[in-house]
């Protein structure tokens, strides 16, 4: 599904070049629940940003469902995210003046489906969200919980491959937090390839495989088997602390 | 651009920012209607003056005669001069100068008709008069070649000697005393624009005969053909030059013959008129220019504010041409409207100003002595007015386009983080 091959990605920053990404292989499954950690400046929004065709890299080779991801036209590019990714981010970045339905509907705008059609899909989403009382209500009138589902309705809305959420819970109360994890967990199950960035070890420990990055570089993957003990070296940890 | 999806999405976002679209509006129509005041204000002023003007020829010249101040060839001053048929032929003669009518003064005239009198001016005249001077004839006609070659008594009396003398009977054809003696009226005459109708005008030749005029002139009204102050000038030396010549009197002298030249005054004062209208002009870009630096304020921060919307629909795929089409497309339609609500309003102002001048002038004219208003018609030629308004829209444009080409090229990641 995701094949990465030795990314590189530096930024310019006046006469200073930043290198962030100095080499990352990566592979990750059709249907896989994936987190990616790191400390600050360890690279893993970056990363998350050539996932999602945001950003470019500078070498390498990126391959998203057998195609190459590489030099795109802006156009072809945002053609792409809306076919085969959704996100999630951590301040929902939902659009102020819309309501929950609005903004659910908005991907199938740059889709093409008549306004008709795509506020009906809307409010089936929604109410798999459990939100279809709130369909009229403003981004401001919703809870953080409501609004970060409202996003994941959103994001789900136009049938995408890869959902990547880029702190979903960071804004969130833990109760909350395990909320949102639910509803990914169910999203992954429908077959939907989940990737998240967090900084938070329960939030990642709920999920299927974790990739640490550190310097740029992949530190360590922790997959299923070896997650039970991360889990037991997490609370350990927390018990010295 | 004739999506119907695309305008429902930019009329849900005007709708839901009722705010930023006054502000932006506002701007537009303000610098707008500005402008239309100041440029109608400004073309009333012009055309005001302008027709106050249109009362005799613009290019009128007047010429009497007086005493000379300056000892010339031997001669004392103080010697007064006296104009004679000939010296008509002389100016005639003077290149520039087109025609000419001679003109000897009577003094107090009693016209009298059955039992009725008065004592009105009389002007003696050439038919050329009626080309240099503002003379409506309302009846009949006016002095005509014949009448002066055979010395015709004949008059053309005012509208107010016709009224005074006759009340309401016919008097084309009708004889009246004139300082005792009979003159056929063969036509009734006003002078446009003003309230005093107490002239009337008969043949030079026939004046001077009866009147013992013999062969004087008063003084002499001629036209002069000049485009420029210069040209004017200089015909105006000539004529004295000739004058000086014949009199003997220097031509510098002043007091010898006094000249009025209405080209000259005319020209000076459309001079001051072109001054005044680049001043207005000069303005009318500043204000311009105030709408502009406005409209593209408000763009820059309108773009600015929606930097991370920008960066959320690119997120979810919108490709940055459509993102700048759906802002530009907005901000057009915003400053189109704005800006014909502003003409509309300027321009009704100018116009609503312009129909209580003809009303309150319209029936009241005797109020106003003699002079017209100095503010006519202050309304603004429709294609500049249009003009300004699409400049204002093009520049709201280029404003907009700038900042939005930035936002939609930025990393969608990066204006997500605009906070």
Excluded at chain 1, 174 to 195: C, F, P, Q, R, W
Excluded at chain 2, 68 to 94: C, W
């Amino acid at each position: 599904m995701i094949k990465l091959n030795n990314i590189h990605k530096s930024y310019e920053m006046g006469n200073n070049s930043l290198h962030v990404l100095k080499g990352i292989d990566l592979e990750i499954e059709q249907g896989d629940f994936v987190s990616i950690m790191g400390s600050s400046g360890s690279g893993k929004s970056t990363l998350l940003n050539i996932l999602g065709m945001l950003d470019n890299y500078d070498k390498g080779s990126y391959h998203l469902a057998g195609n190459l991801i590489q030099n795109m036209s802006e156009k072809k590019s945002a053609k792409l995210r809306n076919d085969m990714v959704g996100f999630v981010f951590q301040s929902f970045n939902l659009i102020s003046f819309k309501n929950a339905m609005e903004n659910v509907a908005l991907p199938l705008y740059y889709k093409g489906i008549p306004r008709k059609k795509r506020n009906l899909i809307a409010m089936e989403y929604l109410e798999k969200m459990g939100l279809k009382e709130w369909a009229n209500h403003m981004p401001n009138e919703m809870s953080g919980g409501q609004k970060q589902r409202v996003a994941i309705a959103r994001a789900l809305i136009s049938n995408p491959k890869i959902i990547l959420a880029d702190e979903p819970t960071g804004a969130l109360d833990s109760a909350t937090s395990y909320e949102v994890m639910e509803i990914l967990k169910d999203v992954n199950d429908s077959g939907i390839t989940v990737i998240i960035v967090t900084h938070e070890h329960d939030i990642a420990a709920l999920t299927n495989q974790i990739i640490r990055l550190k310097d740029g570089l992949i530190h360590e993957i922790i997959r299923n088997g070896e997650l039970k003990e991360f889990k037991k070296n997490l609370i350990r940890g927390l018990e010295i602390a | 651009m004739f999506d119907i999806d695309k305008w429902q999405e930019i009329f849900a976002t005007i709708k839901k920012n009722k705010m930023r679209t006054f502000l932006t509006g506002f701007s537009v129509a303000w610098g707008i209607f500005m402008l239309m005041i100041l440029l109608g204000s400004g073309n009333g002023l012009s055309n005001g003056v302008s027709s106050n003007f249109m009362n005799d020829a613009v290019n009128a010249m007047w010429i009497w005669t007086g005493e000379t101040t300056i000892p010339y060839q031997g001669m004392k001053s103080g010697r007064a001069i006296q104009f004679h048929n000939e010296d008509q032929d002389l100016v005639k003669k003077v290149s520039g100068v087109g025609v000419s009518s001679g003109r000897y003064f009577m003094g107090n005239t009693r016209y009298s008709y059955k039992k009725e009198s008065g004592e009105y001016t009389t002007i003696t005249c050439q038919p050329e008069l009626i080309q240099v001077e503002n003379i409506a004839i309302n009846e009949g006609r006016f002095i005509n070649q014949i009448d002066l070659e055979q010395k015709r008594k004949v008059v053309v009396i005012g509208t107010d000697i016709k009224t005074a003398l006759f009340k309401d009977t016919i008097a084309i054809g009708q004889y009246i005393d004139i300082n005792k003696v009979p003159f056929k009226v063969i036509g009734i005459c006003n002078e446009p624009g003003s309230t005093r109708n107490r002239n009337a005008y008969m043949p030079l030749t026939t004046a001077q005969m009866i009147f013992n005029g013999a062969n004087k002139i008063h003084n002499l009204a001629v036209t002069i053909n000049a485009q420029t102050l210069e040209e004017s000038k200089t015909i105006e030396e000539q004529v004295r030059n000739v004058l000086g010549r014949k009199h003997k009197f220097d031509p510098k002298d002043e007091g010898a013959i006094g000249l009025y030249n209405k080209l000259e005054n005319y020209i000076q004062t459309m001079r001051i008129f072109q001054a005044i209208t680049i001043f207005i002009w000069i303005i009318g870009i500043g204000t311009l220019i105030a709408g502009i630096v406005g409209v593209s304020n408000i763009m820059l921060i309108v773009v600015k504010e929606r930097t991370k919307e920008i960066g959320i629909r690119k997120a979810i795929g919108a490709s940055p041409s459509s993102v700048i089409s759906l802002i530009l497309l907005e901000s057009i339609m915003i400053t189109t409207i704005a800006g014909y609500i502003g003409l509309v309003l300027g321009t009704g102002l100018m116009e609503l100003i312009n129909y209580f001048m003809v009303q309150s002038a319209g029936p009241a004219p005797s109020s106003d002595q003699g002079g017209g208003s100095i503010f006519l018609n202050p309304t603004v030629d429709i294609n500049i007015a249009i003009s300004a308004t699409l400049l204002l829209i093009v520049a709201g444009a280029i404003a907009g386009y700038i900042p939005a080409k930035r936002a939609a090229s930025i990393k969608p990641i990066v204006a997500l983080r605009d906070e």
